[in-house]
């Protein structure tokens, strides 16, 4: 259950705190008096898609909060999230577009946050009734209220398994001329590739080799001067030379002084050390002997492999995993004759399957289509609408994805009138009321204990406005019911009824919602019903809509 709402900075609402009790709560107001902003900042916290534009001008940021009770532990422990007796709900809309989420302090995403939102609370708003005349939707409805969503990922398992063979068999299906323009494409670039004999690793060492190669003067002088200065020519001494005297004439006095003695063992590293490096500086220099056309050689083959690269792929590795990925594919076409036979075999007995899973998600949305008519007829007769027939008409239709039936919701307003679709008979009220028992049956089977409804009552008046009135108050006693209206008959039967009001402080429009008592109910109902100017015959009518709200209710109990 939704206890407290705490908004800040949502469109014209500043700052506002609205504590909610168990059963019927109300808002009421004047259009445009900030009622659906309270249901706007509820669906932010929940994690649905916030718009920057809801940020009231002049702020940074926009913040909601919600505290909710009896959610069961286990939704919780899903997100790694400590149990307690409150759950507490956050959200931080920032003008850069960056979200900050939290459940109980913890941070999480807004993915999560609507997961479990979605759980918590069902917002039902004015454009349901338009998805109710959309008979694409009337599937999904009727697969909501039917469970069936394991057998609809069964059939769209094997579905999709004999639409990909589908595409096999497309793919090996092409005609005579088509087949040999392809194979000798496959085979040009075969032999291109195989020409070429590509190496792994074969470019990353012909660009060393060529960077040495353009840099072969400079290698060459400092080689051979680093040869020079460490071994000397024919007519002086190098350093590995005279570090080798140093060493000797050390040598002869090591054993009469702990000092000579340690000078004597580095001058022996030093000598290792630099002999070492002598003589790799001499095998460096067999590099040197190149022929003057490798440089030439090396940049013929890299313009060949650029030239490669631009056709097959952007590396050597690649242009390989082309050329395997071409063979493979000339060979499937060379052997198209019995891979197509095996696949048409294979795609027989995969359709078969697929059927198979369609008949048995028919038969379970048919089955609760029966369970669904009676519903919503028991519901629709509740609302004032006894002489109304409903059904769900079933076409069967070739497999999608969604399986093989077309489903449309039909009606008969009218005693004598034949079953037609609802868009081409149902009025406004007529199908707010549909609407209505329709949420109210898909309600029943899950544990979200939260229904908001935001205006969902358009186009009812009179006797069909009481019948709805009662209706979100039997919903109330089982879940708790938060209703935006404008129906005086709605407002009445509320169990925790809250005015919304605008006005202007200091040059800017802000939104006040405030608790009614008894008496600011009356006044609140008799302007539903007369205008701004209450008379007291309003007040007095106000007051007997009151006590019949409160007698049905009794009733209820």
């Not at 002049?58 to 790694?80: H, N, Q, Y």
């Not at 200065?229 to 002086?236: A, E, I």
């Not at 690649?318 to 019995?338: N, V």
């Amino acid at each position: 259950m939704l206890e407290l709402l705490h908004i800040e900075n949502i469109a014209i609402i500043e700052q506002a705190d609205i504590s909610f009790d168990a059963g019927f709560n109300v808002l009421t107001g004047e259009t445009g008096a900030g009622k659906s902003i309270v249901i706007d900042a509820i669906s932010a916290v929940l994690g649905q898609r916030a718009s920057r534009e809801l940020i009231r001008t002049g702020a940074d940021k926009a913040f909601v909060s919600a505290v909710f009770t009896g959610v069961p532990a286990e939704w919780l422990e899903e997100l790694g999230i400590q149990t307690e007796d409150e759950l507490l709900l956050q959200r931080e809309i920032h003008a850069d577009g960056k979200n900050v989420c939290r459940v109980n302090g913890r941070p999480v995403t807004v993915t999560q946050l609507r997961q479990l939102g979605s759980r918590l609370l069902n917002i039902h708003g004015q454009h349901d009734g338009q998805q109710l005349l959309d008979e694409r939707e009337h599937l999904f409805y009727l697969d909501a209220f039917g469970r069936v969503q394991d057998l609809l990922a069964d059939y769209r398992r094997e579905f999709s398994a004999l639409q990909s063979l589908r595409r096999q068999i497309q793919d090996l299906q092409m005609d005579e001329a088509e087949k040999a323009r392809k194979m000798d494409t496959l085979h040009f670039q075969i032999e291109e590739l195989e020409r070429a004999r590509l190496k792994t690793g074969e470019e990353e060492e012909l660009l060393s080799r060529r960077s040495f190669l353009r840099n072969s003067e400079k290698f060459i002088s400092a080689v051979q001067g680093a040869d020079y200065c460490l071994n000397g020519d024919d007519t002086g001494t190098g350093a590995v030379q005279l570090l080798q005297q140093a060493r000797q004439a050390l040598s002869s006095v090591k054993h009469l002084d702990d000092l000579y003695a340690g000078l004597s063992d580095r001058l022996e590293e030093l000598y290792s050390e630099a002999y070492d490096i002598s003589e790799t500086i001499r095998d460096q220099q067999e590099n040197f002997e190149f022929s003057p056309r490798e440089l030439d050689d090396i940049e013929g083959r890299l313009d060949q492999l650029y030239r490669l690269k631009k056709k097959y792929g952007p590396s050597v590795e690649d242009m390989l995993a082309y050329l395997d990925r071409c063979r493979q594919e000339l060979s499937a076409i060379e052997d198209a004759g019995d891979t197509l036979l095996h696949l048409e075999k294979h795609m027989q007995k995969q359709e078969a399957a697929a059927r198979a899973a369609a008949e048995k998600l028919s038969h379970a949305r048919k089955e609760a289509a029966q369970k669904l008519e009676k519903l919503i007829l028991t519901e629709l007769q509740q609302l004032d609408m006894g002489k109304i027939r409903f059904c769900v008409d079933f076409k069967p239709q070739p497999m999608d994805e969604n399986g093989s039936d077309a489903v449309a919701f039909l009606m008969s307003a009218n005693l004598g009138e034949e079953l037609r679709p609802i868009h081409k008979i149902a009025s406004g009220g007529e199908l707010a009321r549909i609407m209505l028992a329709m949420k109210n049956v898909l309600s029943q089977l899950d544990q979200v204990g939260t229904l908001v409804f935001d205006e969902v009552d358009t186009g009812v008046s009179g006797r069909a406005a009481q019948r709805v009135a009662e209706k979100m108050a039997r919903i109330s006693r089982t879940k708790q019911v938060l209703c935006v209206t404008h129906l005086p008959q709605l407002a009445a039967m509320a169990d925790t009824h809250f005015s919304v009001e605008k006005g202007e402080r200091d040059g800017r429009t802000y939104t006040r919602l405030q608790r009614l008592d008894t008496d600011l109910r009356c006044r609140e109902l008799a302007r539903l019903t007369g205008g701004e100017y209450a008379s007291d015959a309003m007040l007095s009518g106000a007051r007997e809509l009151l006590d019949a709200a409160e007698e049905y209710k009794k009733k209820l109990c």
